[in-house]
């Protein structure tokens, strides 16, 4: 009988705390001037929101915190660097030093003045050895940045604050023009005074940080949701803008995987997340979507340059076959449902200096193609075993490199898919173990050189220089467009590398440029502004009614 | 009894000691340099000084035997270290984690228990009736269909269609996180947290569930048939009478089992359910510092699942001696 009364309790008990719970019920979501974003933590909380720390490229971030400059997109075409906590910047002849003036009406969302010692203040903290993040090692564009960094020197030798001429003086480890845009990157943002508080560094993302953005932290973030409310001591964008209807709390939440972001998407959980893979038809259907705009990044295959059949000057014909036989048209329908553009170069729209139409060999041309594989073999080489082209196993790559060994055989070539796991891939690629090797970048910063420089430049290789591309003319034109200060010329100095690197060498095969990746409601959200980083630019977000 | 569980319990040292050490090895077994991926290179190609200073910072460079020894001085002083990726103590994602699993295997439990044990009854005690193959068919499905399909299949039946068709808002179940994570009593949910709390607590029930069911219905219908409840009905018991008080004990010992390892594996191991609905438990937590090679949190949040995992042991294993005294019996005259 006992048993029996405890089986029948747990029963009523059950009943009972389904019936309260019930009870206590009401509604939910997001209402009026708040926004839910289910987009920006696909897949897990934020690893970091300290901008010393960050690596990930949604604009959360650049929300909280804004730097010495920064890109002014009315034209996305032609985004512009302007001084924004600087009032002004200016370089000298060779572009090895930069003086910015700082504003002096410029706060951070508890007051504090920005002084150039705050700069100081976030570039000392963001350089030390014992706390730098990933992206520590643009310091070492500055002078003493390596010394710092490796725990040769306390200090960074190069940078020197006054505040009482409100000037920052930075001199470079060698010269270099776009400094202005990197300078607006987040790891250069300013830091208050309080993190000269912290016992350890690390606490300050994981509690009230303080920024001078548009935005700041409502509470500390959590694993399962970062909320951030107006920060009401902005003094506005690059063009004096406050955006004074901006959307008052912005609550980013975390889903496991796109799927399921969708569903609660869907379910009116939240007002945006990512499209996922293959849905972008039935998102633009159903609702708005960021899949028109372009974003600075490039899907592409580096050729492995010291590879003795596909690498080197003798074997540029093979690679022009390969890359005039892919259809990227076709890969762009069938896999990205449309949501890619088709590449024609490296560099995407979006980067000062972008040329339109650059690569030559780009397009699909089966009977080019042909002609080049045959005048390949005439000139006494043979393909003896299939090419490889490798990729990171479990990204979503499978589909899209099948897709071009298929093309390949089209023509004659015999190539075929080689998976590497994701964990060793882009150590393996960067020690030139590999043929054909897929690859893609996003800009960290949207200037030429992040693409040229980081990719293709022979002092990258065994870097990001996957192919380990080396041509002493190209190094050149790269060397001297990162030293020319006139914009006209160095982009000139620029699309003259890239076409150098394709149209002559054919050292990568670009396969598409990214575009925007957000669906959101529209019957909530009456536009929703993504920069050429593909970045929300969260303070001009309109909400309707 | 007492020293069946004090050896039980002096057992979970060595099982414990084991079995993190067997996941320290495999750790530094997995491809992938640890510091390379903490510095992102899974997405690209990393600096190498950044790679450095990591190795210098967590002492990945340090023989193995050392930070071996270093791993089990910081455990045994509950010091479970801080988190590659984001620098956060371990002991302070570990108290998350652990109250939102727990909570979920709380409810994913009560479930298979209340549901998988009255259908695997009904069942047995109508055998052959239409009730009973639809049991079987129904459990089938449920063990059947994959976590993730389930669950979206759900979602998509009480918050997404619901959402459509504008029904209102409190007829619609939630698909994500945890929501304003409001309780009662440690597990009951109040405010709109039942709400969020649904769906993943029937989908991670549902295959234990359908298996409770069919292992109840198949012990009971064994049971049915034993001498001694003949004998029961012959003293002049009705058939429930007999079920009740002669037969559901004797059947419950597989049952008991089951469940109890179901908790066990429900705390830990959910990460299908946990990933689906963005339940922030331990299972996703682990599965993700794995795939990131964040060791401290891998470590300390296994540590604590073998923990949980043993005492679930522990206490079935003092149930089953309790439901079966012939066990207990059988250690001491061993011993």
């Not at chain 1, 200016?90 to 010692?117: C, H, L, V, Y």
């Amino acid at each position: 009988m006992r048993r029996v009364g405890f089986g029948s309790g747990l029963v009523v008990g059950l009943v009972a705390v389904v019936l309260l719970a019930t009870a206590c019920g009401g509604s939910s979501g997001s209402a009026g001037d708040a926004l839910v974003d289910l987009s920006t933590f696909i897949g897990g909380p934020a690893e970091h929101l300290d901008p010393a720390l960050d690596t990930s490229t949604t604009g959360l971030v650049g929300a909280l915190y804004d730097g010495l400059t920064d890109l002014d997109y009315s034209d996305p075409a032609h985004p512009l660097v302007k001084p924004l906590l600087a009032e002004s910047f200016q370089a000298n002849a060779d572009a090895s030093e930069w003086t910015f003036k700082i504003r002096k009406d410029m706060t951070f969302s508890n007051g504090e003045q920005i002084k150039p010692s705050s700069f100081v203040r976030a570039w000392e903290r963001a350089s030390d050895p014992d706390f730098a993040g990933n992206y520590s090692y643009l310091f070492n564009f500055i002078e003493g940045g390596k010394a710092k960094l490796d725990g040769a020197a306390t200090s960074l030798a190069g940078v020197e604050g006054d505040d009482d001429s409100m000037t920052l003086r930075v001199k470079l480890s060698a010269p270099y023009s776009n400094f202005a845009t990197v300078a607006g990157f987040q790891l250069f943002a300013p830091m208050p005074s309080a993190v000269d508080k912290l016992k350890d560094q690390a606490d300050w993302e994981n509690g009230l940080m303080i920024g001078n953005g548009p935005y700041k932290l409502a509470s500390p973030r959590t694993d399962a949701e970062v909320v951030l409310i107006r920060n009401d001591k902005w003094a506005g964008d690059v063009n004096g803008n406050k955006w004074p209807d901006r959307v008052s709390k912005i609550t980013f939440r975390v889903s496991a995987d796109p799927d399921t972001a969708y569903n609660a998407f869907e379910a009116g959980e939240g007002d945006m997340t990512a499209i996922p893979p293959g849905r972008t038809k039935d998102a633009e259907k159903n609702y708005a979507t960021t899949s028109h705009v372009d974003i600075a990044g490039v899907y592409y295959f580096a050729v492995n340059q010291e590879d003795p059949v596909v690498g080197g000057p003798k074997n540029v014909l093979l690679r022009r076959a390969i890359s005039q036989a892919i259809d990227r048209g076709a890969i762009n329908e069938a896999i990205y449902d449309g949501n890619r553009a088709d590449a024609t170069g490296v560099t995407p729209a979006g980067i000062p200096g972008h040329k339109p139409k650059l690569c030559t060999f780009c397009a699909l041309d089966r009977a080019a193609a042909k002609l080049a594989f045959d005048q390949w073999k005439a000139a006494g080489n043979t393909l003896r075993t299939p090419l490889k082209i490798q990729f990171n196993a479990g990204a979503g790559h499978e589909e899209l490199v099948q897709m071009i060994v298929d093309n390949l055989k089209a023509i004659g070539i015999e190539a075929e898919a080689e998976s590497r796991p994701g964990e060793t891939y882009f150590s393996e690629v960067a020690q030139g173990k590999c043929q054909i090797c897929r690859s893609g970048w996003f800009a960290d910063y949207p200037a030429y050189d992040n693409f040229m420089f980081d990719l293709f430049h022979s002092d990258s290789i065994g870097g990001n220089n996957e192919g380990r591309y080396h041509n002493a003319a190209f190094d050149g034109l790269v060397d001297e467009a990162k030293r020319t200060v006139d914009p006209a010329r160095q982009a000139g100095l620029f699309q003259q590398a890239e076409e150098l690197l394709l149209n002559t060498d054919m050292a990568a095969i670009p396969i598409n440029f990214y575009k925007g990746g957000e669906v959101y409601n529209p019957k909530k959200i009456a536009s929703l502004p993504i920069d050429g980083l593909g970045k929300v630019a969260w303070e001009q977000v309109k909400l309707r009614g | 009894m007492f020293r069946y569980i004090v050896r039980r319990i002096l057992l979970i040292i060595p099982t414990i000691f084991l079995a993190l050490s067997f996941l320290f090895a495999l750790f530094f077994v997995l491809p992938g340099d640890p510091a390379t991926l903490m510095a992102g290179g899974a997405n690209r190609i990393v600096d190498p000084g950044v790679v450095e200073r990591i190795n210098e910072r967590y002492g990945l460079d340090d023989p193995l035997l050392v930070q071996f020894g270093d791993y089990w001085k910081r455990t045994l002083q509950w010091d479970l270290g801080e988190s590659f990726q984001n620098r956060r103590s371990v002991n302070d994602i570990l108290g998350d984690k652990a109250v939102n699993s727990v909570r979920l295997a709380i409810w994913a439990t009560l479930i298979e228990v209340v549901f998988g044990i009255s259908i695997g009854l009904l069942s047995a005690m109508r055998r052959y009736s239409i009730s009973d193959k639809l049991t079987t068919v129904v459990t089938a499905v449920a063990s059947a269909v994959p976590v993730f399909v389930l669950g979206f299949l759900l979602q998509y039946a009480f918050a997404v269609q619901p959402h459509k068709h504008g029904w209102p808002d409190w007829m619609r179940l939630r698909t994500q996180g945890i929501g304003p994570n409001t309780w009662t009593l440690f597990f009951i949910p109040t405010g709109q947290t039942w709400r969020y709390l649904v769906l993943p607590a029937v989908v991670l029930a549902a295959g234990s569930t359908a298996l409770a069911a069919r292992m109840t219905r198949g012990s009971m219908l064994e049971v049915l048939g034993a001498d001694y409840m003949r004998t029961a009905r012959a003293k002049g018991l009705d058939g429930h009478q007999a079920v009740w008080h002669h037969g559901l004990r004797n059947a419950m010992l597989p049952v008991v089992t089951l469940i109890g390892i179901d908790f066990g594996l429900v705390i830990g191991a959910a990460v299908l359910t946990e990933k689906t609905f963005s339940w922030p438990g331990l299972g996703s937590e682990i599965a993700d510092s794995v795939i990131s090679r964040d060791l401290p949190v891998t470590m300390g949040l296994t540590l604590v699942v073998v923990l949980a995992f043993t005492v679930v042991n522990l206490v079935v294993d003092v149930s089953y001696a309790w439901l079966d005294p012939r066990i207990r019996l059988g250690q001491d005259r061993n011993s």
